[in-house]
C-alpha cells in the first residue's frame, strides 16, 4: 500500500501551493533528521531553521513567516502553511491511509436482546454486546470487547480490540477507545463500621462526550451516584486512573499513568504531564499546567492559566527557586 | 427498573422509625446538593448540619446523637440511625437492586476437563475455564475471563469481564475482581551473571481471602517460591501493583496507582492513598496510614497507627515542618 | 507432579559434585528460612552464613568462596557453585517443570487469511490472529489473544491470556508477554490549533528484540513514524508505560508503574526501580540506576553507570546529603 504523488499534487490536497521542483514525486513522510530526498518533512518553528536547510528532505512544510529567499533551500520544494505541524498530521494521513472496516458482524460476535446498531458498523470476532446496546453508525468495535447492557455509543467511535464498557455507559461521537480500557468499573467507595469495610453501592455512571480518545489500560470508574464526566475534545494516555464522580472539562490533555481522585474537578483546556496525583475534591481551574509527578491536595484549587509542580503543588517559579536553594543548602550552611 | 416506597417502608427495611411525614414517597437517593424532595439522603457528620437543613431532601439519613427539634427541620422526613453513611449504602441497595445474572454456562465457553461447579453458577460468553478448576456456588464469572488450571473460586464472588487468573490461584468467598485485572503473572525476578538477565523461576501462587474487591487492570504476581497473599477483607483500587511474595493482611485499604514491592509485609488495618511505593521487604505495621505519593524505602518499617508522608516517609507531622521551613528558606536565608 | 531426586542426581544434573549424604532425597526447594530437611535451598553471599548453618535446609547451594569445614554444617549436603542464586533458578526449573502446551489451534481461535503459522505453535481458545500474520516455531499464544495484521511473531515465544498486538507488530524469539500487555497503540501525539486538539497519526510500530519480557497490563506505544524498540534481553516489570519511539536498550531491568515519555533513549544495562518518570527526549546513559518513584527530566542526560535520585534526579549521595540537611534544618535554623 505504498502511495507516491507529486509535491504539486500534495500541495493541492493541503490547500496551499508549492515553491521548488513542483514536479517531484514523493514517496513518504519523515522526522526532519531522517527524511530523504523524496520524502516529505516539516519545520515546526524557526528554532529548527538551520537543521531544516541542512536536512535532505525533499520538501518541507513551513511556516509562512519564513523568508523564501531561494539560495537558502539549494534543491528543496517547500510548502509554506499557516501551522506545518497540522498540516504535517494531514499529510501523514494522505500518505498512510487506514484500513477501512469492512461493515458487518463477525459470527463469533454475541449481540445480546434489543441492540440498536447503526449503519456502517462492524464489529469483531469474540465481542460481546450486552442488552439494549445502542451503536452509532460507522462505529466500529473491536474483537473481544465487552459492551455492558444498555452502554449506548454515538457515530463513527472506534473501540480498539478487549475495551470494556460496564453496563450503562454513554460515549459520544468520534470517540477512540484504546485496548484494555475498562470503563464503568465500581468506584472505590467503602464504608468503615465494626471493624471492616462495608461496600457503598456505585450506582452512576460514566458520560464521554465528542472527539475523546483515552489510553491503553486506563480505567474510567462509573459514579457512586450520578455520572463521571470527560469533556468534549479531552485526550487521555495510557493507565490514567480517574475515580467515581470525577468532571474533566472539554479539550484537556492528560498524560500516562496520572490519577484522579474521586469528586476532583478539572476545568476545560487543562494540561496535566505524567503520573500526576490529583487529591479528592480538588479543583484544577482553567487552562492550567500540572508538572510531571506533581500533587494536588485533597480539597486544594489549583489556579488557572498557569504551570505548577511539586508535591503539595506550587507555582513552577516558586518551586525552582526551592529546588536550587536547597541543593546549595549544605554548602550554604557551611559557609556561615 | 424505577423502585418507590414509603418513608415508613424504607425505615422499616433499615430497622428504625422515622419522624415526620411517614407517607412521603420516595422515589430515590441523592447526594446532599442535589436530592430533590422525594429522594432520600444523609448526613454524615454535624459538620454538615446547615447544608442538611438547607437542603432540599424530601428525607435524610441522620445520626443519632443529632436533635430532633421540629422547627429546625421544616417538612423533612428524619431517620436516625447509628450511621448514616452505612444506612445509605444499605438505601442504596434497596433503590437500586443489581440485575441478577440468569445461572447457566454460556454456550461459547469452553470449560476445561475436570472442573467443578457449584450451584447456581453463571458463566459469561467466550470464557476460558482451565483444567481441574473449581467455582464455589452461586459464583459469576464475566465474558472473556480467562481461569487458569487449577484454579480455586470460592461462594458468592463476582468476576467482572475480562479478569485473567494464572494457573493455581485460590480465591475465597465473596471476592469481586473487576475487569481487565491480572491475578498471578509471574514475579518480576531475575539472576543477572554472564551480561544477562535469567528468569528465576515463579512457581508460588496467589491467595486472596474472603470479601476482597480488587480494582480494574491490577495486577497481583504470584509468588516465586510459596503464595503472595491478600487478607480477608482488604480492598485494592484500580492499577495497583501488588508483586510477588507481598503479604497483606486484613481489612486493608489501598488506592490507585500504588505499588508494593517483593517481599513486603502490609498489616492489617493499614491504608494506602494512591500513587505510594513500597519497597522490597519493608513492612507496614498495624493501621499505619500511607499519604498520597509517598515511598517507604525497602526493608524499613513503617510504624503503626500514624500517619506518614513523603518520599522518604516520616511522620506527617515531621514532613509538614519540613516542607514549611523549605518554602520560607529563600526568604529566611536573604534575611540573615 | 510431584519430582523428587538424590541430592547425587541434582549435583550431576546441575554439574557439580556433591559434598555429605549425597543419598538424601529431596522433595523440593524452598527459601532458606522455610526449608525443611529434605529440601533444597541456597546461600547467596557470605553475609546469610549463619543463618544457612542454623537452617533446616537439608542441602544447600553455595558459593565456591565458602570454606567447607564439616563441622560448621552438620547432618546438611552442600553443593558448591559459581553463583547459587542461577544454580538455584535451574534447581526449580528441575522440581517445577512447566506443563507443555500442545501443539494446535483450538476450533475457537479466528485465524486469519494469510498468516504463516510455524511447526509446533499452540494457539488457545479466542484468539485472534489478523490477516497476514506470521508465528514462529513453538510459539504459544493464550487464550483471547488478539494479534494484529500483519504483525510478526519469532520462535519459542509464550504470548500469555489476553495480549494485545496491534497491527504490524515484530517480535523477536523466546520473549514473554503476560496477561492484558498491550503493544503497539497509539501514541499520545495531537497539535493543538483552532481551540482543539488534532490527532498527530502514529503510523509507525514496534519492535521487541529477542529474549525480552513484558509484564502484566504494561502498555508499549507504536512510533509517531518510525519505531518503538525495546532491545535484546531487557526485562520490563507490570503496569510499565513507553511512550511513542522510545529506544531502549539491550538487558535493561525496568520496574514496574514507571513510565517513559515519548522518544527517551535507555542504553544498555540501565536499571530503572519502580515509579520511576522518565521525560520526553531524554537519555539514560549505559548502566545508569536510577531510584524508586525519581525523575528524570525532558531532554536531560543522567550519567552513565551511577545511581541517580529524586525530582530532578540526581547523583543519589547529593540527594542524601539535601534530605539528611533538610531533616535536620528546622533544628538548625533555631540554634543560630
Redesign the interface.
Known amino acids: 500500500m505504498s502511495i507516491q504523488m507529486t509535491v504539486a499534487e500534495l500541495a493541492a490536497r493541503l490547500g496551499h501551493s508549492a515553491a521548488g521542483d513542483a514536479a517531484l514525486v514523493l514517496t513518504g513522510?519523515?522526522?526532519l533528521e531522517?527524511a530523504g530526498d523524496s520524502e516529505l518533512s516539516f519545520l515546526d518553528s524557526e528554532r529548527a531553521l538551520t537543521a531544516a536547510q541542512a536536512s535532505r528532505a525533499g520538501c518541507l512544510l513551513i511556516p509562512e513567516a519564513v523568508e523564501l529567499s531561494p539560495g537558502a533551500w539549494p534543491g528543496k520544494c517547500l510548502i509554506r502553511v499557516r501551522?506545518p505541524?497540522?498540516a504535517?498530521?494531514q499529510a501523514?494521513?494522505i500518505f498512510?491511509p487506514q484500513?477501512v472496516a469492512q461493515p458487518g458482524i463477525?459470527a463469533?460476535a454475541?449481540i445480546g436482546a434489543g441492540c440498536q446498531i447503526g449503519d456502517g458498523v462492524s464489529i469483531?470476532?469474540?465481542a460481546?454486546l450486552g442488552s439494549g446496546t445502542q451503536l452509532g453508525a460507522r462505529t466500529r468495535i473491536?474483537?473481544?470487547c465487552?459492551i455492558g447492557?444498555h452502554s449506548i455509543i454515538g457515530d463513527d467511535c472506534l473501540l480498539?480490540?478487549?475495551v470494556?464498557l460496564?453496563?450503562g455507559t454513554r460515549i459520544g461521537s468520534r470517540v477512540?477507545l484504546?485496548?484494555?480500557a475498562?470503563i464503568g468499573?465500581?468506584g472505590?467507595g467503602?464504608?468503615f463500621?465494626e471493624?471492616?469495610?462495608?461496600?457503598?453501592?456505585q450506582?452512576g455512571w460514566v458520560e464521554i462526550a465528542d472527539?475523546v480518545?483515552i489510553?491503553?489500560?486506563s480505567?474510567i470508574?462509573r459514579g457512586a451516584?450520578?455520572p463521571t464526566r470527560i469533556g468534549a475534545?479531552t485526550?487521555i494516555?495510557?493507565?490514567v486512573?480517574i475515580?467515581h464522580n470525577v468532571q474533566i472539562g472539554a479539550?484537556c490533555?492528560i498524560?500516562?499513568?496520572t490519577?484522579i481522585?474521586g469528586s476532583a474537578v478539572i476545568e476545560d483546556y487543562v494540561i496535566i504531564a505524567?503520573?500526576v496525583?490529583i487529591?479528592d475534591h480538588a479543583r484544577v481551574q482553567k487552562g492550567a499546567i500540572l508538572g510531571?509527578?506533581c500533587?494536588i491536595?485533597p480539597h486544594k484549587v489549583a489556579k488557572a492559566g498557569q504551570p505548577l509542580w511539586g508535591?503539595?503543588a506550587?507555582p513552577l517559579r516558586?518551586i525552582l527557586?526551592?529546588?536550587a536553594?536547597?541543593?546549595r543548602?549544605?554548602k550554604?550552611?557551611k559557609r556561615?
Request: without cysteine.
Open positions: 513522510v519523515a522526522p531522517s501551522h505541524r497540522r504535517m498530521a501523514i494521513e498512510h484500513p463477525h463469533t454475541i469483531g470476532p469474540q460481546v473491536g474483537a473481544g465487552v447492557d480498539h480490540p478487549r470494556t460496564y453496563a477512540i484504546h485496548s484494555g475498562v468499573a465500581d472505590f467503602y464504608v463500621d471493624g471492616r469495610h462495608w461496600k457503598f453501592p450506582v472527539d480518545e489510553g491503553a489500560n480505567t470508574d451516584l450520578g475534545g485526550k494516555d495510557n493507565l486512573q475515580a479539550h490533555a498524560a500516562s499513568q490519577g481522585s505524567g503520573q496525583g487529591g510531571g509527578q500533587g491536595l508535591t503539595p506550587r516558586e527557586v526551592q529546588q536553594t536547597l541543593a543548602l549544605p550554604t550552611l556561615r
